[in-house]
């Protein structure tokens, strides 16, 4: 047996497993993150039926997104402190059922205030969940491989968009948006049987009192970090809950849509791991001004063929591979550089990573949702707009974070 410290918000407490064990429920957390990822973003899939259903409009409907993504934001770090006693396997478990249930009340919503209330029940689950599966699956596995299990649990969210989103608007075209969003609620039932089943005993942490966790946000470099995350996830997010009238825009029929959603999450899955070895081989600003050139690139591009009324649909399929992959390879260099800036404050500062990834997929719905009626072309070239701006903010904070990570570095050597 060996000693495993488990810590979800800035404290940590030992516990024993078995070494080399615990795989088998990192792949079950790791469909947990999955299951939230195809929450998070499935509605994009089939937003407009949905707004036709329940009376309203794609701009208001769209913010049923902005709803679950700022209540994620919110409650992360509370949830975190109201429920770090709780033993983990209690916690994921009740979590999933929390996820699945709002997406139950979502698929039988009457009208759309009722479903805007079950997506933040939705949101609460999903808080609750991701940080702590991830946590989890560090302490089940020996020191060598939490690396490796971290990356598993993490990739069910991108693959989520890889699978889960266009899966959800193959479901939705034939059976209907609420049939999708019941599946969906099946699927987070199920898993949480799996958690409960396969997951070993752990007990929860110490309490950190939320002030101690919102505390680091007084620290100049984390301040100095923390906004790109929103600008990057608000740019990247600003047309992708209106995918289908952005994919109807240049010119790509409904029957393609589900090939180039499925584009975009290979484009995330790819941008996901690239960022990772680019981070270690060359750098978090080289890796994310990559991204974001890729972005500019990418928005900018498709925002042409709206104007344009252009058909270039290989094209269009290059762009949202491009797009996908500057999304979701944010993520590592960022965690990376907070990491670096903040190192006896990692657990705290990744957490609250998450919720400006969040907030910024919010706040870019939100932007959407205000512009679509100006034109698709308008909000492609808005989202490339907070692109160019992430990118210049990116390199305007670039030396004093790379200072601090050279440091932090020499300092583990």
């Known amino acids: 047996m060996s000693n495993v410290s488990v810590s979800t918000g800035g404290q940590s407490t030992t516990k024993e497993a078995s070494p080399g064990g615990g ?3 990192t792949l079950v957390l790791a469909l947990g993150t999955f299951a939230v990822g195809t929450d998070a ?3 994009a899939g089939f937003l407009p039926d949905m707004a036709d259903s329940l009376n309203v409009s794609s701009a208001a409907a769209g913010q049923s997104i902005t709803v679950f993504a700022a209540a994620y934001a919110v409650l992360s ?5 109201l429920t770090a006693r709780l033993p983990r396997r209690a916690l994921l478990v009740g979590a999933l059922i929390v ?5 139950l009340g979502s698929a039988l919503a009457p009208n759309f205030p009722i479903l805007i209330i079950t997506r933040v029940l939705a949101a609460a689950g999903a808080a609750a969940y991701t940080p702590n599966a991830g946590a989890v699956s560090a302490a089940l596995v020996r020191p060598e ?5 971290l990356a598993v649990v993490v990739g069910g969210l991108t693959i989520a968009t890889a699978l889960g989103v266009p899966l959800g608007n193959v479901t939705s075209e034939v059976l209907g948006w609420r049939t999708a969003l019941g599946l969906v609620a099946a699927l987070c039932l199920v898993i949480a049987i799996g958690v409960a089943w396969i997951m070993p005993h752990l007990p929860g942490n110490p309490r950190v009192p939320l002030k101690t966790r919102l505390g680091v946000l007084r ?3 984390v301040l100095t970090v923390l906004p790109l995350t929103v600008l990057g996830m608000g740019a990247s997010y600003t047309v992708y809950a209106y995918s289908v009238e952005a994919l109807d825009a240049v010119g790509i029929p409904d029957s393609r849509h589900v090939w180039m959603l499925f584009l975009y999450g290979i484009g995330a899955v790819l941008g996901n791991f690239l960022a990772g070895f680019g981070t270690d081989r060359w750098g978090s600003t080289r890796a994310l001004t990559v991204g974001y050139i890729t972005m500019v690139v990418s928005l900018g591009v498709l925002g042409w063929l709206a104007a344009a009324d252009a058909s270039l649909p290989v094209v269009v399929g290059l762009m949202m591979i491009g797009w996908g992959a500057s999304s979701w390879c944010q993520t590592p260099p960022q965690q990376h550089r907070l990491i670096a800036v903040a190192p006896q404050e990692a657990p705290l500062v990744v957490s609250l990573n998450s919720s400006g990834i969040y907030l910024g997929i919010g706040l870019g719905t939100l932007l959407g949702g205000a512009t679509l009626h100006a034109g698709v072309g308008t909000m492609y070239a808005l989202g490339t707009g907070i692109a160019v701006i992430a990118l ?3 390199l305007v904070t670039s030396r004093t974070v790379d200072k601090q990570e050279d440091a932090s570095e020499e300092a583990t050597a």
Do not use: D
């Open 41 to 43: 973003f499935v509605v």
């Open 77 to 81: 770090p509370v949830l975190a402190t």
């Open 219 to 221: 620290h100049p470099a």
């Open 392 to 394: 210049v903010f990116l």
């Open 145 to 149: 491989l939490r690396a490796r299990s």
């Open 23 to 25: 795989l088998t429920s």
């Open 99 to 103: 996820l699945g249930l709002a997406n």
